[in-house]
T-cell receptor, first 114, second 116 residues
Framework: AQSVSQHNHHVILSEAASLELGCNYS??????LFWYVQYPGQHLQLLLK??????LVKGIKGFEAEFIKSKFSFNLRKPSVQWSDTAEYFC????????????FGDGTTLTVKP | DTEVTQTPKHLVMGMTNKKSLKCEQH?????MYWYKQKAKKPPELMFV???????INESVPSRFSPECPNSSLLNLHLHALQPEDSALYLC???????????????FGEGSRLTVL
C-alpha cells in the first residue's frame, strides 16, 4: 500500500536553529511530492513541490527540500527558523499516473521558541 | 487568504439533521476534493471530482453524499451523521484547465462540523 511517513511528530527549536524534517514514501513508479504547512488558525497551503528535474527544490519563506530517489525521501530543510514558522507540516505524495489521489504523512508539529 | 471558499465555517447538527457543506473556487481548476481532518491528524481523502464527474470515492459511508453542480462548486450533503463524524471538512481544488493534473492542492479554510 502507498504510504508516507514523517519521522518526527513534534519538534521544538529555538529561533535561528536549523531545521530538517524527514519524509519517506513507499510508492512504486514516478511520484509527485509536496510539503504543505498549516499555520495556527490558517488553511493548509503549499510550501513546495517536486515533480521532476533538479532534486533540490526551493519553496516559500526560505524552505527547501531535497528529493533522494534512492532513499525514497523528500526531507524539508530551513537553515534558520523563525518564531513565525511555528506550524504543522505535512508531507504528501501522489503517483504521477493518479495525481488526484495524494497520501499525507501524519504531520510534524514545529514549535519555535523566541 | 485562500481562493477556495467554504461555507459554513462552523456547523453543529444533530444525528437526525440534514445539512450541506459548500465549496467554491474560481481558479478554473477541473478537480475538486473533499477531505476530512481530525485534530492532530492528516487530511483523509473522501471524494474526488474530475471534470465534474466523481472519480474517487474512498469507501465513504453513504451518509455523506457529494455533489458537483458545476466546475466551480462542490457540495457535501450530510444526513444521519454520527458523533464520530465530527471533524474539520476541507475542500480543495487542483488541475488548472488545459494542463496535466499534478495533484498540487489548493485548500479552503474548512468547515468545522460538530455532530451531537
Amino acid at each position: 500500500a502507498q504510504s508516507v511517513s514523517q519521522h518526527n511528530h513534534h519538534v521544538i527549536l529555538s529561533e535561528a536553529a536549523s531545521l530538517e524534517l524527514g519524509c519517506n514514501y513507499s510508492y512504486g513508479g514516478t511520484v509527485n511530492l509536496f510539503w504543505y504547512v498549516q499555520y495556527p488558525g490558517q488553511h493548509l497551503q503549499l510550501l513546495l513541490k517536486y515533480f521532476s528535474g533538479d532534486p533540490l527544490v526551493k519553496g516559500i519563506k526560505g524552505f527547501e527540500a531535497e528529493f533522494i530517489k534512492s532513499k525514497f525521501s523528500f526531507n524539508l530543510r530551513k537553515p534558520s527558523v523563525q518564531w513565525s514558522d511555528t506550524a504543522e507540516y505535512f508531507c504528501a505524495a501522489s503517483r504521477r499516473t493518479n495525481a488526484g489521489k495524494s497520501t499525507f504523512g501524519d504531520g510534524t508539529t514545529l514549535t519555535v521558541k523566541p | 487568504d485562500t481562493e477556495v471558499t467554504q461555507t459554513p465555517k462552523h456547523l453543529v447538527m444533530g444525528m437526525t439533521n440534514k445539512k450541506s457543506l459548500k465549496c467554491e473556487q474560481h481558479m478554473g481548476h477541473r478537480a475538486m476534493y473533499w477531505y476530512k481532518q481530525k485534530a492532530k491528524k492528516p487530511p483523509e481523502l473522501m471524494f474526488v471530482y474530475s471534470y465534474e464527474k466523481l472519480s474517487i470515492n474512498e469507501s465513504v459511508p453513504s451518509r455523506f453524499s457529494p455533489e458537483c453542480p458545476n466546475s466551480s462548486l462542490l457540495n457535501l450533503h450530510l444526513h444521519a451523521l454520527q458523533p464520530e463524524d465530527s471533524a474539520l471538512y476541507l475542500c480543495a481544488s487542483s488541475h488548472p484547465s488545459g494542463t496535466v493534473n499534478t495533484g498540487e492542492l489548493f485548500f479552503g479554510e474548512g468547515s468545522r462540523l460538530t455532530v451531537l
